[in-house]
């Protein structure tokens, strides 16, 4: 596994090492120890994911205020631009956010920090999304950013108004949000 740096130094795109050949591939999703030696972040998920979605579904901005949760979000099947935003007020990176694609061709991992807004949309026919969380699902504490705040001005790769959940349409706008310290 590879960690390679992104605008936001707090999230990370993790690159495994795959072998391959005539009859498929093998590839290690995750190590802790390798994870923590080559970032030293130790962590420990207590919560796997997996979410499918149609191509043009945008899921987002999601975060819980209490139990904030670390996410390391993989997709199996598909492709999906993947975006953190920083939601921490303490932060030298505080509103800015960092988006890339994540697919079951390039096997590219991201680390989404506790403290931090995260969302989807699908740019394929399909996609399945894998997240581990480091803390549980807490639906008294979860939280939505408007996926198309003006203020994050977040560039979606989209090709027409995207397919979004009722809950998701009550986004709250970012200046209005409950956000972390």
């Not at 979004?164 to 709250?172: E, F, H, N, Y």
């Amino acid at each position: 596994m590879q960690i390679a740096a992104t605008t936001i130094p707090d999230v990370l795109i993790l690159e495994p090492k795959v072998f391959g050949d005539e009859r498929g591939f093998f590839f290690e999703s995750f190590n802790e120890n390798r994870f923590r030696e080559l970032t030293g972040i130790d962590l420990h998920f207590v919560q796997h994911n997996h979410s499918r979605s149609a191509g043009g579904v945008l899921r987002g901005l999601h975060y819980q205020i209490q139990q904030p949760q670390g996410k390391l979000v993989r997709v199996v099947v598909g492709e999906v631009f993947d975006v953190a935003v920083d939601i921490r007020r303490s932060s030298a990176t505080f509103g800015q956010w960092f988006g890339a694609l994540l697919s079951a061709d390039n096997k590219r991992q991201m680390w989404v920090p506790p403290g931090f807004a995260h969302g989807f949309c699908v740019t394929s026919e399909i996609a399945e999304f894998l997240y581990l969380t480091t803390e549980y699902y807490a639906p008294e504490h979860e939280r939505c950013i408007a996926w198309d705040d003006p203020q994050l001005g977040i560039t979606w790769p989209l090709a027409s108004v995207p397919n979004v959940s009722a809950k998701d349409r009550q986004g709250r706008l970012f200046k209005d949000a409950d956000l972390f310290p």
